[in-house]
């Protein structure tokens, strides 16, 4: 079996990865989408369309980040917590005790935690990230009517980004004392 500081390097990277997504879950939700949408426009405003145009062009910005950076992260922090959540299952099923004495469901939980965020990423935001860069030129005058409640209902629905690796980091940082 793997060495107890090797697991407790995987669970550390974890942790930090979980909370790095929290920061940036915040940031998008609370500073990046309200920065977009100051003095947004109403619907009916002559400056609504060159408005809505102008958040299409810069969403693509906000959100390139995301998928080249923090997918992996996210993904990385599923299979790190599944990879001690095994580890320590096995090692709670040995008739040879090892030392840690981390409960394997807690990883497995925060496994779970991040495993629901990637889903949530592809199913929910994934449709939004796509209406909102349609706003730049492809998209519909009722898509452009939409496009600051699209943008405010892609930051509402960040906050499970917020949520759920929180809760991941946080079990597993209450757990890694037991390893």
Known sequence: ??????????????????????????TQSFMTVPALLVDFPPAKSPSHTSRAQLLGRQWPLCWTVGNQFFRPISMLGFLGYGAVAVYLYRQSTSSVKGSAQADWRVYAVSAVCHLITIVHSARNMQPLNDKLEALAGRASVEEMENAEAVARQWASWNRVRILNPLVAGSLALWQSFFL
């Not at 107890?4 to 920061?23: D, E, H, K, P, R």
């Open 1 to 26: 079996m793997a060495s107890n500081t090797l697991i407790q390097s995987i669970a550390g990277s974890c942790i930090s990865m979980s909370y790095i997504l929290v920061g940036n879950a915040i």
